[in-house]
């Protein structure tokens, strides 16, 4: 009875240790890079809170999604409600050219990381993904 107490012990273990794996690979978490229109080749926008969209990848630099941004065009509060509208997202990841300070402030109280850079958007998320 005991050997098979050990033995049931042994794969209920082995069980809570896979799918504490998978969990831990759902949890990876998104990229965000905001953008002035939907291609993967684009440049980065400059501006975070009034990028027109933002293309989310998986941690493997696969497009999951191109958002239309919908505070782009706010005139006031636009990087706290994108930054809201990404955590809703489930981004752990942000990169744009520039980041205002209320838009800073209210991604790292989303325990979200966000990074400033140049380039196109695609080499942006590989470099992300290449980062971690």
């Known amino acids: 009875m005991l050997h098979l107490q050990?033995?049931?012990f042994g794969v209920?273990?082995?069980?809570?240790?896979?799918?504490?794996?998978?969990?831990?690979?759902?949890?990876d978490g998104k990229i965000a890079v905001a953008a002035d229109g939907r291609e993967t080749n684009g440049q980065i926008s400059m501006e975070a809170g009034h990028a027109a969209y933002y293309l989310i990848f998986d941690m493997d630099g696969n497009l999951l999604e191109a958002a239309r941004n919908p505070h782009a065009e706010a005139a006031r509060g636009a990087g706290r409600s994108t930054a809201h509208f990404l955590a809703e997202k489930k981004?752990?990841?942000?990169?744009?050219g520039r980041f205002g300070p209320k838009m800073a402030a209210t991604l790292r109280?989303?325990?979200i990381k966000y990074i400033e850079k140049q380039g196109s958007v695609i080499d942006a998320?590989?470099?992300?993904e290449h980062a971690r």
């Open 6 to 8: 050990t033995r049931l």
């Open 12 to 27: 209920l273990l082995a069980w809570l240790l896979f799918a504490g794996i998978c969990a831990a690979g759902e949890l």
């Open 91 to 96: 981004v752990t990841v942000v990169v744009a």
């Open 109 to 111: 109280d989303a325990h």
């Open 125 to 128: 998320a590989k470099g992300v």
